[in-house]
């Protein structure tokens, strides 16, 4: 119990140390925020404050964490409730983007990232990070009646967080204006400042992108790729070189088959991204394996999987027997398993059940099994 009770209390401390962070980010720039201003900020000893974050560089990857979790929280809450079918998508903009208005600083550790040459895990994290709140953002340009066929979403995604960033940053241009920090504020005063800034910024590209412009390229289009059953795409080199993934994430999506599965891997848990899918009711499955995060995605809600692959043997055979024996009519199931499965292979022909045993580089077996 005494246990439990301190884990509950460091981690609110860590929380409180985050917050003071972004809070100091408001009369600093962030190249020279210290861990000493940080201590003092909230009352520690550096010592006391080394115990949570071995150093600056840490603590600002975890304000980028924290931050992702909170909008990523927020975006699922609205994902699941009844409001998101009738609003419109200023409406949706406005809350989810909304939230950014609580984290106002967070754009001046982006800009500190982004201006960073060399590469480092807070560049790696930022860069995910902002190409999953693009990727929300599209995803939800893409699904509005309201917005022509035409319209480039990424790119207008690109705009509308763009112009959000610039206006919250020249809030804070304090380095050579200080006056314009308006310390006789209140917090509750400075977050609606904000949040009407970015509702303000929002309708104003809410009316412009009716319009249907930006325009998709008037090239021809390249050729169509054949769909697949099973796709495989590991972000983690294009995250660590500072690209965003959102384009070949989506390009793996739509080349897949109507049944089909997608192995993503990325360097950390990518919430927006889930909620994303979840909005557009495909199945996932998440699993961390070492540093890396698997996220095994169904192209159709009417799929589901299981994960024997830790499983010693013969436990993926049987359990994979138990789970297809109640196999609805016209339904799809995966499964993966340790290796490819040669001793299950007979078992399901003899059931009448389709088959596609898909492997990767390394084990284990992705099988596809289609009750037609």
Known sequence: MFMKSERRSTEKRKTEIIQATLKLAESLPVAKISTRKIAREVGLSQPALFRHFRSSGDLFNAVIEYVREQLAA???SYFESDQLQAASL?????YIMGGLAEYR???????FYASQKAESAGRTRFMLFLSMIQALVAALISEAPEVPESTDEKQAADYLISLIQGQLIGYFDL????ERGEPSQSEAAKTERARETIANIIAFWYEGVKQGKPEKSAFAEPAKQPKKAFSKLDVRPLVASGIDPFNEIMDSLSTLERNGCLLLITPFKPSPLLSLLKSRNMPVSVKQIDQSWHLVILASKDSCFYDFSDLPAPEPLEKTLEVVSTLPAKSCLWVCVPKMPNLLIPHLTNRGLSHRAHAT????VYLQILNS
């Open 74 to 76: 927020r975006a699922q």
């Open 90 to 94: 200023k409406e949706k903009l406005n």
């Open 105 to 111: 600083t967070l754009p001046k550790f982006f800009y």
């Open 175 to 178: 380095e050579n204006h200080p």
């Open 361 to 364: 580089e390394n084990p284990p």
